[in-house]
């Protein structure tokens, strides 16, 4: 590591921070963009620092801490958390008080977001572990829409393949054969059932 001329390194200031299981949860919850989802379900933006989303982000992580610890205490729970890491770069553990994740809940409340929680603990390795599902059914509908929209341009796209592949002749039955599991194992919702049949051409007059 380099320093500044004429600084001394023993003068840095290090600050430790616990990670632990919560890098993968806060992973996965910005791969599927949960803040933004939560956010986009609202009536009307909040506007606040720290948003729907962003507070029920962080009330996951809190869930998810092995802590037990109530959300009034959220700020002392981040207290050793990269909450720029975890939940977004701009925020302190000050913007977690317990107004904010009150406002939260009132809006997920009125939103209709109802949310059935089941807890349940296992050891593994001499390691107790807390899992926490969280089922919310407006969200189940929303992902069964999304799957239903995906499933029709599906859809559509193996009709336009299907017509591109029944055009084709092949040598043989084998060929043919060959080519329908090639095109089946690109079908990611689909399963094809088709039986080639030999094509009788008429000799041309010489």
């Known amino acids: 590591m380099t320093y500044p001329q004429n600084m001394d390194p023993k003068a840095i200031k290090y600050d430790t921070k616990r990670l632990d299981h919560l890098g993968i949860v806060a992973g996965i919850c910005h791969e599927i963009e949960l803040v933004d989802m939560i956010d986009s379900m609202l009536a009307t933006p909040s506007g606040r620092q720290v948003s729907c ?3 029920t982000l962080a009330m996951i992580l809190n869930g998810l801490g092995f802590t037990g610890r109530a959300l009034y205490l959220m700020p002392e729970y981040l207290e050793n958390k990269p909450v720029d890491l975890l939940i977004r770069e701009d925020l302190v553990v000050s913007d977690f008080n317990n107004d904010t994740l009150g406002r939260a809940l009132d809006e997920l409340f009125q939103a209709g977001n ?20 969280v089922h919310s ?3 189940e509908q929303l992902e069964s829409k999304q799957l239903d929209k995906q499933v029709v ?9 299907v017509k591109k592949l029944k055009r084709q002749e092949f040598a043989c039955e084998k060929d043919a054969r060959q080519a329908m599991a090639k ?24």
Do not use: D
């Open 53 to 55: 989303g962003t507070a």
């Open 114 to 133: 109802g949310y059935a929680i089941h807890s349940t603990s296992s050891e593994y390795g001499g390691i107790k572990q807390r899992w926490l599902v």
């Open 137 to 139: 059914e407006q969200f």
């Open 153 to 161: 341009r599906a859809t559509m796209q193996v009709q336009k393949a």
């Open 183 to 206: 095109f089946e194992k690109k079908l990611k919702w689909h399963k094809m059932t088709a039986i080639p049949y030999p094509v009788k051409k008429h000799a041309q007059s010489g």
